[in-house]
């Protein structure tokens, strides 16, 4: 199948600073990606769906000026956790998809605000 | 609100033994139902899925079934192996395609030698 790659694979940041994950297509054009969240024995929960080049859609009660989407080219988007708070931490996996295909999920990254 | 209710959260099979996880949805709309497997620190991959004008598929030794009329659909591990010890998670999505992934809330699987 095709791959999607993380950046990092963890972080540990101090609260109030803010950190950004990079998730990549390396074998295909990423028309479409999708962050998730994933709390310690929970589901994926969406946060947002992006279309490169537009402006990214936010799932209801995800902060959008908390959590930055920027989808500018067809291989990378970036989710950039703002002024981040202990309650941040959690494991987010984004997922990226070609037109009407299947869509792939990256590794994953272990998010830790301490 | 869970639209995609399942079931159990946690299971243990014997090697050799069949695994089987089920779920259930509310929303009609949903027409295709994958099924991810993930595995600790790892993100979710697709292991199979299925149609609702389909009340079986079989890849290898995953086997999906589905219930149209009760809204429900379930897989079944044959023969599970202690390397098929992950989280499973049923999920539904709107369209055909892989639009908004709702999934459900995983089943740790433990196959025991």
């Known amino acids: 199948g095709a791959v999607v790659s993380q950046h990092p694979s963890w972080v540990i940041c101090k609260s109030g600073t803010s950190v950004k994950i990079e998730c990549r297509s390396l074998?295909?054009?990423?028309?479409?990606m999708f962050w998730y969240r994933q709390f310690p024995k929970q589901s994926l929960m969406l946060m947002a769906t992006?279309?490169?080049?537009?402006?990214?859609?936010?799932e209801q009660g995800v902060e959008k000026d908390k959590f930055l989407i920027n989808h500018a080219s067809l291989t990378l988007s970036t989710l950039t956790v703002t002024s981040a708070h202990p309650e941040d931490s959690s494991f987010y996996i984004c997922?990226?998809?070609?037109?009407?295909?299947?869509?792939?999920f990256g590794q994953g990254t272990r998010l830790t605000v301490v | 609100q869970q639209q995609v209710k399942q079931s159990p959260q946690s299971l243990i099979v014997q090697k050799g033994g069949i695994s089987i996880i089920n779920c259930a949805y509310e929303?009609?709309?949903?027409?295709?139902f994958p099924w991810y497997q993930q595995f600790p620190g790892k993100g979710p991959a697709l292991l199979i899925a299925?149609?609702?004008?389909?009340s079986e598929k079989k890849e290898g030794r995953f086997t999906i079934s589905f219930n149209k009329s009760a809204k429900q659909f379930s897989l079944h591990i044959m023969d599970s192996q202690p390397g098929d010890s992950a989280t499973y998670f049923c999920?539904?999505?709107?369209?055909?395609?892989?639009?908004?992934?709702?999934f459900g809330i995983g089943t740790k699987l433990q196959v025991i030698p």
């Open positions: 997922s990226a998809k070609e037109g009407a295909a299947e869509a792939f």
């Open positions: 074998d295909f054009q990423a028309t479409t």
């Open positions: 992006s279309n490169e080049g537009s402006k990214a859609t936010y």
């Open positions: 929303n009609t709309a949903f027409d295709y």
């Open positions: 299925i149609r609702p004008d389909v």
């Open positions: 999920a539904a999505t709107i369209g055909g395609g892989y639009q908004k992934v709702t």
